[in-house]
């Protein structure tokens, strides 16, 4: 099968995707890529010490995220062409001003060289980070169990999604802009990527005392017009079918996010759209993923990649389409994504593809936490413990040895 045959497939899925009311809520909302098992299983390893080292990281990590934010799409200046100040508004991070060019116009591509103007562009550095301080904020309410910690999140939560003075419209029409070129890319989504989380955020926040029907609501009521977007938009469709990490990231944040706000239909629909995108074009027989190694920064693109597809996968779960030991047409399987990385942990293997930037063997130490988890394998969670440093941010996986992770 053809991509262009696989891209008209996952369009057919996309555009008969049901319509569902955002009023229909789970009874219960489930933890979607967060595993409540092993979650558990570190909360009750860490209610025997509080002195445990990771306990201690995430307790610094969160008393400094009380002194953050807050954030929102207001403290802009530059306004995106709409003059909304409450559009989301970004510039894409590798274009630069052509040097033959009197005023510069069109911008010109320069991969993995970030411009100086993108961090000229407020929202982004604030939607990022807004999910850090509300990931280590509700990690450390659910560990610590102090209201003060769910109080600043939802605080940090009403600025940015529902305050009418400070919220952001839920959409991305002018996310990754190009001077000369064009206002706004699909491409501008992949900017929201850690909202993939942010159902699980949600949930934890959700037993605060500071939570209320108000805030329940208007979540509900922003994630259900953000949703309407992602799927309908023409930006929204054409990155469901871009190619690369940017259709991963699409599926791997929609996801989710449908799941959260019940539309069970529509999840199963996107999960099946991503299939033929997804699992059969971007990890080959070895392992590797080819759009990703092409990159500059390619042990970067490939890891974050494979994080996406990991999301993707335990999303698909949740409406009972098991990936995890899928093998593709070309041979290619998660199992060998993570092996294709995993190799290059080890100090006799020198990455060979380009990398602009220092090599961080720890981006891969979430997907190794993960596949350790799913595949039971030891040596997967021995290498991610061994990446546990000052630099890695507070990880639930922390807390428990392979034993006590096994499914």
Not at 39 to 63: I, R, W
Not at 113 to 140: C, R, W
Not at 224 to 239: C, F, I, P, Q, R
Not at 373 to 381: D, P, Q, R, W
């Amino acid at each position: 099968m053809s991509i262009t045959q696989k891209n008209q497939i996952a369009l057919i899925f996309i555009f008969a995707l049901v319509l569902v009311s955002s009023d229909l809520l789970w009874a219960q909302k489930e933890f979607i890529l967060w595993e409540r098992a092993v979650l558990e299983k570190a909360k009750q390893n860490s209610d025997t010490s509080l002195d445990l080292p990771e306990m201690v990281k995430l307790k610094k990590e969160a008393d400094e995220a009380l002194q953050t934010g807050p954030f929102s799409v207001v403290h802009k200046k530059q306004l995106p062409s709409s003059g909304d100040i409450h559009d989301y508004t970004s510039m894409g991070p590798y274009w630069w001003p052509d040097p033959e060019k009197e005023d510069g116009l069109p911008y010109i591509r320069r991969d993995g060289e970030v411009n100086p103007e993108f961090y000229d562009y407020k929202d982004h550095n604030e939607i990022g980070a807004l999910m850090k301080s509300l990931y280590t904020l509700s990690q450390a309410y659910y560990f610590f169990e102090n209201e003060q910690y769910a109080q600043y999140a939802i605080q940090l939560i009403n600025t940015w999604f529902l305050d009418s003075a400070t919220l952001m419209n839920p959409n991305l029409n002018y996310a990754q802009r190009i001077p000369g070129r064009t206002e706004g890319r699909g491409i501008g989504i992949i900017d929201t990527r850690r909202m993939a989380v942010l159902p699980d955020i949600l949930k934890v926040l959700s037993a605060s005392e500071h939570w209320d029907k108000g805030i329940d609501k208007g979540m509900t009521d922003w994630l259900a017009a953000y949703v309407s977007w992602l799927v309908n938009s023409k930006h929204g469709k054409d990155e469901a079918v871009h190619g690369n990490n940017h259709t991963t990231w699409y599926f791997a944040q929609t996801i989710p996010l449908t799941l959260y706000l019940g539309q069970t239909e529509r999840a199963d629909s996107l999960a099946k759209a991503g299939l033929p995108l997804i699992l059969e074009e971007m990890i080959e027989q070895d392992g590797s993923q080819p759009a990703e190694l092409a990159r500059t920064i390619s042990w970067n693109y490939s890891s974050m990649n494979l994080l996406a597809i990991m999301y993707y996968a335990q999303a698909c779960e949740k409406v009972g389409i098991n990936i995890w030991d899928t093998v593709n047409e070309k041979g290619g399987s998660i199992q060998k994504g993570m092996d294709f990385l995993f190799n290059y942990t080890k100090a006799k293997n020198e990455w060979p593809y380009k990398q602009i930037k220092p090599l961080k063997p720890e981006l891969i130490k979430d997907q190794l936490n993960t596949a350790a988890y799913e595949f039971g394998n030891k040596k997967y969670k021995k290498a991610a413990d061994q990446m546990i440093s000052e630099d890695t941010e507070f990880s639930y996986w922390d807390l428990v040895n392979f034993k006590q992770m096994r499914k």
